[in-house]
């Protein structure tokens, strides 16, 4: 088995992966700040029932062994950007707040920081593990 392709490390992957595209749309979002017309995007929260269902397709399947089991049903991969309402928009049609921009920004970082980090100990405990 290939270290990388360990299930919590193809996850912890996929996550830094979705966080980096939020990242890209949001700052496109602060780039924008003031284009007219301009509306704020950003990215579908990640799902778990995604989530395994991505596991799924990738071949570490969730079997169904007893009836009692709770079926896993395919759902769907979509992590295209969505439109944010334009609750507020400024004279010029602009739905891009700042601040709110901002503070999504760092939520990101510091998730991705998070998320990285626990990636680098599970990598760690794996190499103690096979003696390295």
Do not use: C
């Not at 980096?20 to 780039?31: E, G, I, T």
């Not at 759902?75 to 400024?90: G, I, K, L, M, V």
């Not at 739905?95 to 990285?116: G, P, R």
């Amino acid at each position: 088995m290939n270290l990388p392709d360990v299930p919590l490390l193809s996850l912890l992957r996929e996550r830094m992966t979705w966080l980096h595209q939020r990242q890209d749309v949001l700052s496109q979002n602060v780039a924008n700040v003031d284009t007219p017309g301009y509306v704020a995007r950003d990215l579908k929260a990640q799902d778990f029932s995604d989530i395994l269902s991505g596991e799924t397709t990738r071949g570490n399947a969730l079997a169904a062994t007893d009836p009692r089991h709770i079926a896993t049903s395919p759902a769907s991969q979509s992590r295209f950007a969505e439109e944010a309402a334009p609750d507020a928009a400024n004279p010029n049609g602009n739905a891009v707040s700042l601040e709110e921009e901002m503070i999504k920004v760092s939520d990101t970082q510091a998730q991705f920081q998070a998320a990285a980090n626990l990636y680098a100990k599970a990598m760690t405990m794996m190499k103690t593990a096979i003696g390295h």
